[in-house]
Each structure stands twice: as C-alpha cells, then as structure tokens.
T-cell receptor, first 114, second 110 residues
Framework: NAGVTQTPKFRILKIGQSMTLQCTQD?????MYWYRQDPGMGLKLIYY???????DKGEVPNGYNVSRSTTEDFPLRLELAAPSQTSVYFC?????????????FGDGTRLSIL | DQQVKQNSPSLSVQEGRISILNCDYT??????FLWYKKYPAEGPTFLIS?????DKNEDGRFTVFLNKSAKHLSLHIVPSQPGDSAVYFC?????????FGKGTTLSVSS
C-alpha cells in the first residue's frame, strides 16, 4: 500500500548545484502535482500533469522543470539551486481533477540550499 | 494576496471538548473546499470536503460547515482526542489546483 513515494527525504545542496526530486505513485492516477511549503505558509503549486506527456505550470514554476514519461513517475528538477528554493516539497496525485477529488500526498522532501 | 485564509495559527483544546477550526476565502468561484490534516514529517492527509452547494458535511467526529454569503467555513471535531493534534489545512478547489491556507496547529491535551 505504498501510495505516493518521494525520494530522497532530506537533501542539502550547494548554490548552483542541480538535483532531481523523485516521485512515483502506484494508484494509476492520471493527475500528479508538485507543491512546495515554506515555513509558516500553505502549500503552493509548482507544476502539475494531467497524464503522461502533458505538464503545465502552477503558481510558482520558476527555477523548476518537470517531465512525465510514464503514468507512475513525475520527477521535479532543479537546475541551478538557489537559497530561495529551500523548502519542503510535496508530490501528490489524484484520479481526476474533478471538483472535490482529494489529492493524495507523499511524505515530502526537505531540501536545504546553502 | 491570500485567497484562502486561516487566521488562527494555533488552537489548544482539552480532550473531549469541541475543536473549531476556521477558514475564510475571497474567491466566490471556488466550488469545493477540503480539509487536510498533517502530522510532522508526513504529507497532508485528506480529511473531509464540502461542495459549495451544501452547507454541511459530516463524517464521524468531523463536520464541516460552509457559509457562502460570509465566504467562511469551519471544521468541527467532536469529541477532540489527543491523536487529533496536528496541523489542519483548509484548501479550496480553483480548477486543477488546490489553493491552501497557511494552516492551524491544533493541540489536544489529555
């Protein structure tokens, strides 16, 4: 009963380094999302995908890239890490985008950029 | 500008009493509202939702009330239990994205 799995759980990066946050789900959900949560704030949408090969920007996409080659996987890439990207990143999935359809979240990746 | 506001950062309640968590929103186009619960080092977990065409939805100890004219919703937990201690996020459905409030930390003491 894995649900949404995110790796790694923690990571420290130096400014300018790049990395990929991994997200996989085993619920055969079409919709997948990446959010970030800054301290004391709510979650903000970075990117989302409505199916394999289709992605779109959310509220805060700058500095990030995504791809969706399979239904299961939705990796998030940081190309040039900046201190402003220090945050907790959550991946989520849902069966559809129908109003009120709950999103299922992973346990997050805590990323620090120094 | 915040479209979903949870103005109380924290709430402390005794075990067995009622917990009331509040949420205000500004966009009248939101048509679904969801509550999520989050424990430390875990992701948010869906709790309960309500459509804008309803004014109440109940699931066990959890009830959500919606007042559309006031653009206000509240989550009632009765009776509160120590295991309910967590951060509660209110979220509004604005198309594909969910718009989240900043959360309210609920502490239930025994």
């Amino acid at each position: 009963n894995a649900g949404v799995t995110q790796t790694p759980k923690f990571r420290i990066l130096k400014i300018g380094q790049s990395m990929t946050l991994q997200c996989t789900q085993d619920m055969n959900h079409n919709y997948m999302y990446w959010y970030r949560q800054d301290p004391g704030m709510g979650l903000k949408l970075i990117y989302y995908s409505v199916g394999a090969g289709i992605t779109d920007k959310g509220e805060v996409p700058n500095g990030y890239n995504v791809s969706r080659s399979t239904t299961e996987d939705f990796p998030l890439r940081l190309e040039l890490a900046a201190p402003s990207q220090t945050s907790v990143y959550f991946c989520a999935s849902s069966y559809s985008s129908e109003r009120g359809q709950p999103q299922h979240f992973g346990d997050g990746t805590r990323l620090s950029i120094l | 500008d915040q479209q979903v506001k949870q103005n109380s950062p924290s709430l402390s309640v005794q075990e067995g009493r009622i917990s009331i968590l509040n949420c205000d929103y500004t966009n009248s186009m939101f048509d679904y509202f969801l509550w999520y619960k989050k424990y430390p080092a875990e992701g948010p977990t869906f709790l309960i939702s309500i459509s804008s065409i309803k004014d109440k939805n109940e699931d066990g100890r959890f009830t959500v009330f919606l007042n559309k004219s006031a653009k206000h919703l509240s989550l009632h937990i009765v009776p509160s239990q120590p295991g309910d201690s967590a951060v509660y996020f209110c979220a509004a459905s604005g198309g594909t994205a969910l718009i989240f409030g900043k959360g309210t930390t609920l502490s239930v003491s025994s």
